[in-house]
């Protein structure tokens, strides 16, 4: 009895790394929120990484996480890079535009390999005169087996924490 619960667990083992090895590891995900507020105020916020503390979502997930910012926070080739509790990685601004928001590029560490993503907030001003902003997503999760599973379920991931930082921000850019 015990041989056959060990091959069948065994089994599901080999199907579950078979299955894994054949599912893509690229994700995307986006969210956005209409804000009540000039794009320049908003560009404020998210164009400066001293800003981001007042609206990212990851660091208050993470009490353990230490962010260190580059020498140059603000406009193309501004950075920052965190460590935390097995999470650690790197962004630099790739595009910096007063008009229609920001790219960056992020690397992820995670257990000695380096997972890259495009990042980026882009405004969308409207004739009614809100401002939808757009944050999305796309990368690869460069993990054997493992990525392919962690790809399928980033929507439901970091979708959330996308919602939540994007009402912070709304909430400080419509800050009177």
């Not at 091959?7 to 083992?13: E, M």
């Not at 986006?30 to 979502?57: C, G, N």
């Not at 890079?81 to 560490?109: N, Y």
Request: proline share 5%; hydrophobic share 45%; charged share 20%.
């Amino acid at each position: 009895m015990l041989k056959k619960i060990l091959l069948t667990l065994a089994a599901l083992l080999v199907i579950l790394v078979l299955i894994g090895s054949f599912l893509t590891t690229h994700y995307e995900v986006s969210r956005s929120v209409l804000i009540q507020a000039p794009t320049e105020k908003i560009f404020s916020l998210i164009s400066d990484l001293k800003q981001w503390p007042a609206w990212e979502p990851f660091s208050s997930r993470n009490k353990n996480m230490q962010t260190v910012l580059g020498e140059k926070t603000s406009g193309v080739d501004a950075a920052q890079s965190w460590a935390g509790e097995g999470d650690q990685g790197r962004l630099t601004f790739t595009e910096c535009d007063p008009k229609t928001g920001i790219t960056f590029d992020l690397v992820f560490t995670n257990g000695g390999r380096d997972s890259l993503a495009r990042s980026w907030m882009h405004m969308n001003p409207r004739p009614d005169g809100a401002v939808e902003v757009v944050w999305a997503i796309d990368g690869e999760i460069n993990m054997p087996v493992i990525g392919g599973y962690a790809a399928s379920f980033s929507d439901r991931m970091m979708g959330p924490m996308f919602e939540e930082g994007l009402a912070k921000l709304k909430a400080k850019a419509e800050e009177k």
